[in-house]
């Protein structure tokens, strides 16, 4: 839910950022240029992904205990937009 969702949303590479990169898939599809499912990530955090384009994804905290990873393909569109529903 859109309740569920904390601050901090942002567009990430996970190229370069190895803190918020994929390690260990613990239910889900890895194939090259895919990857969805539940990964624990670099910082060790658990993470539901839906990724792409490793170089541009959105990272989305939550309080459920998990955080988002989504490719899009206008990232900054869905940043807006999560900006905007947390105003309201």
Do not use: H, M
Not at 33 to 62: C, H, M, Q
């Amino acid at each position: 839910p859109a309740s569920d969702i904390l601050p901090g949303a942002r567009i990430v590479d996970l190229l370069t950022n190895r803190q918020l990169a994929p390690r260990l898939r613990t239910n889900g599809v890895g194939l090259p240029g895919y990857r969805a499912g539940w990964f624990r990530l670099g910082n060790g955090e658990k993470a539901l992904l839906f990724v792409t384009d490793p170089s541009r994804v959105v990272y989305i905290p939550t309080s459920a205990g998990y955080s988002l990873l989504l490719s899009p393909d206008q990232p900054e569109e869905l940043l807006e937009r999560l900006a905007a529903r947390s105003a309201t």
